[in-house]
């Protein structure tokens, strides 16, 4: 834009209508020097006095920005360029403060909810008890916590079972306890404030101090709780990774083949002097001369599972108030029947994987 040839084209315009520059400039409204000095190409108008220039003389505001009368193909051009223009500033605009959301949601999330969720597995291992199935939820506000079952290493009887923690001075604080039990299984849910089980501000700390307690009839003993970080959301975008928990006979091909299985059961079952054995959730086992006996009990019935690790058959009883509902006995690799019948000895196979899998879990 040439601000002398702007200058000329408003004297031509002003001239065509015969006005003066104190006229012109009482129209828009400015001062006559105002005018002079567009007139003289000293200044340029403003946008606001474009805008009223244009209006008076009947041009277009481009025509008065450069000075010249335009065609309708160069006045389409420029005002398709000016509304590009606006539309840029506008998607500009928008495109920072979609930004500027961005970045406040990030904030926010960072702040209140980033690695603010945890769940813990719980277990611990002593002498005389053991505890594997615990588990132990953390979140912002709340706390949820559930010790599991404990299992017996020892034929005397429980008289009391605590649980507390160490203080930072080495006091106990105490979390729940009972007496004339068995189990400390109930589920603890504490929140954040007032009177709470729990320091929030001091978890790590207390998870590395957290001891159970058991009284038996002539003695104590004492174990430290191990708390396994299982889950964090500490990723900011989740990439699902599914996994199957039940992919079929694959998983006793891998998990539980005989060299993996006998293996499994040195390493989770409690040595006897025959053999191995595991009790835990209404399961009992036994693994002695390859032989693996599971009983367990689902509501009024029981099953009686044998598998024999030598030969890889395995057997099942059904028993119902103690009479044999139902027996069958199969070969796991060729599924050929060894007893007088086998229904539905693919369910049969799975049962007894699920059944492993929550023994070995």
């Known amino acids: 834009m040439n601000p002398e040839k702007t200058g000329l084209f408003i004297i031509k315009l002003r001239k065509n209508l015969k006005m003066s520059q104190q006229e012109l400039a009482d129209k828009i409204p400015v001062s006559r020097q105002a005018v002079s000095n567009w007139e ?12 009223r220039l244009a209006k008076i003389f009947n041009v277009n ?4 920005m450069f000075g010249e ?4 193909a160069e006045t389409k051009a420029f005002s398709n360029s000016s509304k590009n223009k606006k539309l840029k500033k506008i998607l500009k605009w928008i495109f920072m403060i979609f930004i500027f959301l961005i970045f406040v949601f990030l904030t926010f999330y960072f702040l209140y909810f980033y690695n603010k969720f945890n769940v813990y597995t719980v277990d611990t291992k002593s002498n005389s008890f053991e505890i594997k199935d615990g588990i132990l939820v953390l979140t912002n506000e709340k706390i949820y916590f559930k010790l599991g079952n404990i299992r017996q290493k020892t034929e005397y009887e429980i008289k ?8 930072i001075n080495n006091k106990k604080v105490f ?3 009972c007496e004339e039990c068995t189990q400390l299984d109930t589920l603890l849910i504490d929140f954040k404030g ?3 089980y729990f320091d929030y501000d001091n978890m790590p700390y207390i998870l590395d101090n957290m001891y159970i307690s058991i009284k038996y009839d002539n003695f104590e003993e004492t174990a430290k709780l191990n708390f396994n970080l299982d889950f964090s959301n500490n990723a900011t975008f989740f990439i699902s990774n599914i996994k199957n928990s039940d992919t079929g006979n694959n998983n006793f091909d891998t998990m539980y083949n005989n060299e993996n299985l006998v293996k499994l059961i040195t390493e989770n079952f409690e040595k006897i002097d025959d053999g191995y054995y595991y009790s835990a959730n209404n399961i009992n ?3 002695i001369s390859d032989l693996l006996i599971i009983e367990s009990k689902e509501y009024s019935q029981n099953y009686i599972w044998t598998l024999d690790v030598f030969n890889n058959t395995l057997s099942y009883e059904l028993k119902s108030k103690n009479n ?5 006995m199969f070969n796991l690799d060729t599924q050929e029947c060894l007893s007088n019948s086998c229904d539905n000895i693919s369910q049969a196979k799975e049962k007894f994987y699920k059944l492993l899998r929550s023994i070995f879990r």
Do not use: C, R, V
């Open 40 to 51: 003289n190409g000293k200044a340029f108008p403003d946008k606001s006095s474009i805008t």
């Open 61 to 64: 505001e481009n025509e008065i």
């Open 69 to 72: 009368f335009l065609s309708k």
């Open 160 to 167: 009391e079972i605590y649980l507390y923690y160490l203080s």
């Open 175 to 177: 979390i729940n306890s």
């Open 194 to 196: 007032y009177n709470a």
């Open 285 to 287: 086992a036994i693994f």
């Open 324 to 328: 044999i509902n139902k027996s069958i």
